[in-house]
């Protein structure tokens, strides 16, 4: 067992603790700790230690947070999260981690976790918006418009890439963008719309390009 891993603070503080409080119930009193089992929970561990002293062997002991209620690793959820804001995509992001000599997720394991997150992060958007739009045109009827659905907004586009430019056509390459409106109608400036596209998945642009909704 090698190479690099990404562990929560609080949790190797708490592993050591455990580790040393269990071994005293033994008669040794040279503890030299080796790993000798690891359990992977995408990017978290499970690790067992021994003591090469007296072959003193701990239960599992996880390196990560978990999500309150759930037994999921809070790294993973925060890993899909990262992934789905930058252009790297899963096998980027698979790549700079290899790199980094840190045992990556199997893809459909992390893509499990995007699509969860995606959903999660689009219904919390949507509720977001529809508060903001509720705000805005109640201030909207007390100044007397006619019209309150009417609003008078500000909207720009962000695009992300990977390369600076594309393989099949003219101008930079984009694989993902952002719309975003906002309202002028308040001194809050609240986001009242947001429009996301994404073509990190080639499978996903491949069937949208031969017409099928995806």
């Known amino acids: 067992i090698c190479g690099n891993r ?17 071994h005293l119930r033994t008669s040794c009193r040279q503890l030299d700790l ?18 090469k002293t007296c072959s003193y062997l701990s239960q599992g002991m996880k390196t990560y947070e978990e999500i309150p209620g759930t037994r999921g690793a809070v790294i993973n959820t925060v890993l899909a999260s990262a992934v789905m804001d930058t252009p790297m995509g899963n096998v980027r992001a698979e790549q700079l981690f290899t790199e980094l000599d840190l045992p990556f997720p199997a893809i459909s394991y992390l893509q499990k976790f995007t699509s969860a997150v995606s959903e999660k992060v689009v219904k919390l958007n949507n509720e977001d918006m529809s508060e903001k739009r509720r705000l805005v045109k109640q201030h909207t009827m007390k100044t007397g418009a006619r019209d309150p659905n009417v609003l008078d907004l500000s909207i ?18 984009s694989s993902q963008a952002y719309t975003v409106a906002i309202e002028n109608q308040t001194d809050q400036g609240y986001i009242v719309g947001l429009a996301v596209e994404n073509k990190l998945c080639h499978t996903g642009a491949m ?8």
């Open 207 to 214: 069937l949208r390009a031969k017409g099928i909704p995806c």
């Open 34 to 51: 080796e790993i000798v089992k690891e359990i992977k929970r995408g990017l978290g561990s499970k690790l067992f230690f021994q003591c």
């Open 156 to 173: 720009d586009a962000r695009y992300n890439s990977s390369r600076m430019k594309s393989s099949y056509k003219p101008g930079q390459s």
């Open 6 to 22: 990404i562990l929560s603070l609080p949790k190797l503080t708490s592993i050591m603790n455990a580790v040393h409080n269990d």
